[in-house]
């Protein structure tokens, strides 16, 4: 008979199937068991009050305290370049000579024309004495010499402006215009210029915000007293080195250029190695005083998408991003504008590693302590 191995057979896959059921129970009811999730340790600190100073970067270009442009008085050829650029010249140094031939011409004929007037006076003189002529005859030789005598001035002017030289101490710059070269007291570019160097100005622009802010946050009633009690600024040279000698502001416009929206300042640096020089360029760097601000450390903030934010920790223990308002960042410090008040707690570091709404344990730390860290950008 064949029942019995039928119903072995029978009894093996019951049992094989029960082990798979259960089984493949054991392994659903262990996936819907949900995992806790792990608390990660963040130091925190509580934003502050604090009052420091910050300073606001201008582009600004350098020129002489005194610019003097050299041109010609006359016009003509140049015939001879006595000196060359970047030279320190003297004040009354002849630089440049011009062609004078036609004018030594024109000299010899105004010459001949004074001596003959001359002859002319003298020749009336005694006929006047006798009354042969009319004394107004005598008056309009002396006139005519009078006429010949400045016309020979004038000349003889032009024969010496042919000789071109320094209106004041300084160093020379690009000559524009070399030997052979014409030029005429109509050129609209001069031939060289002089920079007295030994001061030079920083002139920048600042926008009429900024002109304002600038204007109440100086110490003093009237415009004048502000500008004169504004301390003194420091000058960031193209290289990012700080210029030694602080400088002080000379002049304001005091005027908004309608075109550009911005008003003109001027800054006297002092200069006794020559280090500046016409035409540099530079950054004024424009002192600004934040007092009883709300402050962070910059590493508890990061970016993403051009906002700024912190973590700070809600009542579950959970990081939560906030935005803030920045108003300016200074000593490794952001002030805060908006979005944190005195006594908000945040994460102080490793915000880069943090994620919305992760779980972590705050650490409290002393406030300075954040100040070694790097900021971090996400």
Do not use: W
């Not at 100005?201 to 110490?219: I, K, T, V």
């Not at 020089?277 to 004024?284: P, S, Y």
């Not at 906030?322 to 108003?327: D, H, L, T």
């Amino acid at each position: 008979m064949q029942i019995l191995p039928k119903l072995n057979f029978t009894l093996v896959a019951l049992a094989f199937g029960s082990f798979v059921f259960l089984s493949s129970c054991n392994q659903s009811e262990g996936k819907d068991e949900p995992k806790k999730a792990t608390a990660t340790t963040v130091p925190t600190i509580k934003a502050e009050v604090q009052s420091l100073v910050s300073h606001r970067d201008y582009p600004a270009t350098i020129e002489g305290a005194i610019n003097s442009d050299v041109r010609a008085k006359v016009s003509g050829y140049i015939t001879e370049v006595l000196v060359d650029e970047g030279q320190e010249v003297k004040k009354g140094q002849l630089l440049f000579k011009l062609e004078t031939q036609s004018l030594t011409q024109e000299a010899g004929a105004a010459k001949a024309q004074v001596e003959a007037a001359k002859v002319e006076v003298e020749k009336l003189k005694p006929l006047v004495k006798k009354e042969i002529i009319s004394p107004m005859q005598l008056e309009t030789a002396k006139a005519n010499l009078a006429t010949a005598e400045s016309n020979y001035n004038s000349v003889s002017a032009s024969i010496n402006y042919s000789n071109i030289k320094s209106p004041v101490d300084g160093v020379l710059g690009a000559i524009n215009y070399r030997k052979g070269s014409l030029v005429s007291p109509s050129d609209q570019t001069p031939i060289t210029t002089v920079s007295a160097i030994e001061n030079v100005y920083a002139s920048f622009s600042m926008n009429e915000s900024e002109y304002l802010d600038f204007l109440q946050g100086s110490p003093g009633k009237t415009r004048k007293e502000r500008i004169a009690n504004f301390p003194e600024l420091t000058l960031k040279l193209a290289n990012n080195t700080t210029y030694p000698i602080k400088g002080k502001i000379e002049t304001v416009s005091g005027q908004i250029n309608k075109s550009t929206g911005t008003t003109k300042f001027r800054v006297l640096f002092s200069n006794p190695n020559q280090l500046l020089t016409n035409g540099n360029t530079a950054t004024v760097m424009l002192p600004v005083h934040y007092d009883s601000v709300v402050v962070v450390p910059e590493p508890a903030t990061y970016e993403q998408q051009g906002q700024v934010f912190v973590f700070t920790i809600n009542e579950n223990n959970e990081a939560t991003p906030k935005a803030i308002e920045v108003q300016t960042r200074a000593n490794g410090l952001v002030v805060v504008s908006s979005g944190l008040k005195v006594g908000d707690v945040i994460i102080a570091k490793g915000v880069g590693k943090i994620r919305n709404g992760a779980k972590v344990n705050a650490e409290p730390i002393p406030f300075k302590e954040a100040y070694s860290f790097e900021p971090v950008f996400k």
